[in-house]
Nanobody
């Protein structure tokens, strides 16, 4: 079964950096889009950044100039490099991957969410 595993969250001081990783595993035929979303306490989940299989990126205004999304297609992995972190970046970060993979009844399209990783920016 295809699934996502995230890593890299933690506690960081304001102005610091963190790198998040998310790897898709299972029998995967192709990956369409990989991205990161976040949900702060009491708020709705919001887009952080996305990257297509062709390398096109899209960023929310909140992260432009501070966050960089990248991917390693050979490893089915997407990264989010975050720098100049602010307290308002504190949230649970989720990766999302849209892919074609093998499920229980054959190949199909999946829209997968990771389990979430907590990022806390605090002094």
């Amino acid at each position: 079964q295809v699934q996502l595993v995230e890593s890299g969250g933690g506690l960081v001081q304001p102005g610091g950096s963190l790198r998040l990783s998310c790897t898709a595993s299972g029998v995967i035929f192709s990956i369409d889009v990989m991205g990161w979303y976040r949900q702060a306490p009491g708020k709705q989940r919001e887009l952080v950044a996305t990257i297509t299989s062709g390398g096109s990126t899209n960023y929310a205004d909140s992260g432009k100039g501070r966050f960089t999304i990248s991917s390693d297609n050979a490893k089915n992995t997407v990264y989010l490099q975050m720098s100049s972190l602010k307290s308002e970046d504190t949230a649970v970060y989720y990766c999302k991957v849209d892919l074609v993979g093998r499920g229980e009844t054959g190949y199909r399209y999946f829209e997968l969410w990771g389990q979430g990783t907590v990022v806390t920016v605090s002094s």
